[in-house]
């Protein structure tokens, strides 16, 4: 069983410039979840994908969007980059019908941002 | 006031000792519970989830939760160094599918 890879693993980047990050789901997971886990905090969620529509969003800006590709996998996109962006992002996948509150949720080891 | 709340630590314990860490809620509306664990430049991985009030077992690792005082435990017997770690409470509520997580607490089993 293949867990949940996310790319690149760290990422620098200036203040306004726009960053893509990657997931591929767990096999047999159809869901998709990001979070934002600042330092010495715990994640934040920001949104899920099933079915390759957003489905639940937590409260982040629109500056943040994302896809789900037919494979399951994902991206997000961020634009405008902030210093406050600079995070561990991490990628969930689950196997969900759309309601997935009970649905645990299986992490990759995230892509660590920063932004200068 | 946050919806989860778990205390920091950090917890320092002797190998071979019972770790109790735990959390509280606020949101009446949480019915499904899980607990993770995260390594240094780890994801969190995880360790066990329970939807009723009572405790769960599963080899040195018990989950407690009792929703009237909406309160969540994780019992870690035996400890090893292995077990030093960041420990995640995270809950959910119906329909939704966001999860809300504890700040977490570090954990570090001294041999």
């Known amino acids: 069983e293949t867990g949940v890879t996310q790319s690149p693993t760290h990422l620098i980047k200036t203040r306004g410039q726009q960053v893509t990050l990657r997931c591929s789901s767990q096999s047999g997971h159809n869901t998709v979840s990001w979070y934002q886990q600042a330092l010495g905090q715990g994640p934040q969620f920001i949104f899920q994908y099933y079915r390759e529509e957003e489905n639940g969003r937590g409260n982040f800006p629109p500056r943040f969007s994302g896809l789900q590709f037919p494979n399951y996998s994902s991206e997000l996109n961020v634009n405008a980059l902030e210093l406050d962006d600079s995070a561990l992002y991490l990628c969930a996948s689950s196997a969900g019908t759309g309601r997935s509150y009970n649905s645990p949720l299986h992490f990759g080891n995230g892509t660590r941002l920063t932004v200068t | 006031q946050k919806e989860v709340e778990q205390d920091p630590g950090p917890l320092s314990v002797p190998e071979g000792a019972i770790v109790s860490l735990n959390c509280t809620y606020s949101?009446?509306?949480?019915?499904?519970f899980m607990w993770y664990r995260q390594y240094s430049r780890k994801g969190p991985e995880l360790l066990m989830y329970t939807y009723s009030s009572g405790n769960k077992e599963d080899g040195r690792f018990t989950a407690q939760v009792d929703k009237s005082s909406k309160y969540i435990s994780l019992f870690i017997r035996d400890s090893q160094p292995s077990d030093s770690a960041t420990y995640l409470c995270a809950m959910s509520a119906p329909p939704g599918n966001q999860f809300y997580f504890g700040t977490g607490t570090s954990l570090t089993v001294i041999p």
């Open positions: 949101n009446s509306a949480f019915q499904y």
